[in-house]
């Protein structure tokens, strides 16, 4: 990750913050792993990684007084609008980042894209998110609160959505991703709230972590969590 590439997703986060809008968003995906940095204070943790995406979530209604023109927020930083797929899911594009709304997935889905009026853009839906609304911490970057998913919560989520990838090597980096970020908790101490989480996750997601764990040889991991 390139420090101008850092320095504009935290200058994204603050504008998010001024007009009040990211205390109504969770942000999810791999840019979570560098600002989970203080979160991991005081152990030894690696925080790079290597995506241009950044991707909120929208886990329920937005409430703002008065409708905020996303487009028109980042315009001058040089986002454009892009789309992506057929579906035409909106996108924010910028040389260094591309920005993108996720909402949970309800019901048997749809393809459609979920409009969020409140933002002027539109979002996709995708299933397995509200693992992610289970437990929101914040982590606290140039006197922004950002929200994140507990730690756990994203490792698990990674671990369920490399079993859905198709693209091998997008697969592997959830994979590497998450039990990063595992060692990364059980170097903190934690191991009763990843068992805590698992148990607590319905049994066919439990049946994909496990998978992704056993596909990657993760014996570690395996016998922590099967109680072997």
């Known amino acids: ?6 320095e504009l997703c935290v200058e994204v986060l ?9 205390k109504n968003l969770i942000l999810v995906g791999s840019w979570c792993i560098p600002f989970y940095q203080d979160y991991f204070k005081g152990i030894k943790y690696a ?4 995506t241009r995406d950044v991707d909120f979530m929208v886990p329920g209604p937005i409430k703002v007084k ?3 023109d996303l487009v028109e927020l980042l ?4 986002f454009v609008v892009g789309f992506q797929g057929r579906e035409g899911y909106v996108r924010l594009e910028h040389p260094e980042l591309a920005i993108e709304f996720l909402v949970p997935e309800k019901g048997r889905g749809s393809n459609k894209p979920f409009p969020l009026k409140e933002l002027g853009i539109n979002a996709q839906p995708l299933r397995y998110l509200n693992l992610l609304t289970q437990n929101v911490i914040h ?4 006197g922004i609160k950002i929200p994140l998913p507990h730690p756990v919560l994203f490792a698990f989520h990674k671990l369920i959505i490399a079993q859905l990838r198709r693209n091998e090597d997008k697969a592997a980096k959830d994979n590497e991703s998450a039990t990063r970020i595992l060692r990364a908790v059980l170097a903190k101490g ?5 068992k805590r989480v698992f148990n607590s996750m319905l049994p ?4 994909k972590v496990i998978k992704s764990l056993k596909n990657n040889n993760e014996l570690e991991f395996l016998q922590l969590l099967e109680g072997k």
């Open 14 to 22: 603050r504008r998010l913050n001024k007009i009040g809008i990211l």
């Open 1 to 6: 990750m390139e420090k101008k590439q850092y």
């Open 66 to 68: 008065t409708k905020v």
């Open 47 to 50: 925080s790079s990684i290597r």
């Open 190 to 194: 934690e191991l009763l709230v990843i």
């Open 139 to 142: 982590a606290e970057v140039d």
């Open 204 to 207: 066919k997601w439990r049946e």
């Open 75 to 78: 315009k001058d930083l040089g």
